[in-house]
C-alpha cells in the first residue's frame, strides 16, 4: 500500500483541492466587486464526515433478496453556494464586500498552510518510520 493510498494523504488531498477552488472562487468575487448585481459566492464547507465516506472503501450491502435497499453512493464534488445576503449592498445592487472577501481569502491561506505542514509531518514520520530520518523535507 503506498502513501497515496492512506485515507489520511486523500484527506489532506481532498482539503487542499476544495482550498484551491475556494480561493479562485473568492478571487472572482473580488474581480467582480464592480461589476453591478453581481452576487459573492463560497464554496460549500467541506464536511468531514462526506470526506471519510469519499476516502474509505466503498462499503456495499450483501443482497440476498432482491428486495433489498442498497446505499445510495454520493457521486457530488464542491458545491458552490451564493452568499447569503450580506449586511452592506452596493447602489449597483453588488454584494461583494472586500473586507469580507479579504478575511476568507487569508483563512484559506492559513487552512491551506496548515494542511501543507500536516503533510510535511506526515511524510516526515513515514521517512523516520522506514528508517531514512525525519529531518528535512
Avoid: C
Avoid at 50 to 62: E, F, H
Avoid at 102 to 125: C, E, H, P, V, W
Amino acid at each position: 500500500m503506498g502513501m497515496g493510498n492512506t485515507t489520511l494523504f486523500g484527506m489532506m488531498t481532498e482539503k487542499m483541492t476544495w482550498l484551491g477552488q475556494r480561493q479562485r472562487v473568492l478571487a472572482q468575487n473580488v474581480a467582480n466587486a464592480d461589476t453591478p448585481d453581481y452576487n459573492a459566492r463560497d464554496l460549500k464547507p467541506l464536511n468531514f464526515k462526506d470526506s471519510m465516506s469519499r476516502q474509505a472503501a466503498p462499503v456495499t450491502l450483501a443482497v440476498s433478496d432482491p428486495r433489498h435497499v442498497a446505499l445510495p453512493q454520493d457521486t457530488a464534488r464542491f458545491r458552490e453556494n451564493q452568499e447569503q445576503k450580506s449586511y452592506e449592498v452596493s447602489i449597483d445592487e453588488n454584494s461583494v464586500v472586500l473586507e469580507e472577501q479579504m478575511m476568507k481569502l487569508s483563512q484559506t491561506a492559513g487552512d491551506f498552510t496548515l494542511a501543507t505542514n500536516i503533510y510535511r509531518k506526515y511524510m516526515q514520520l513515514h521517512r523516520a518510520a522506514l528508517g531514512r530520518g525525519g529531518q528535512g523535507g
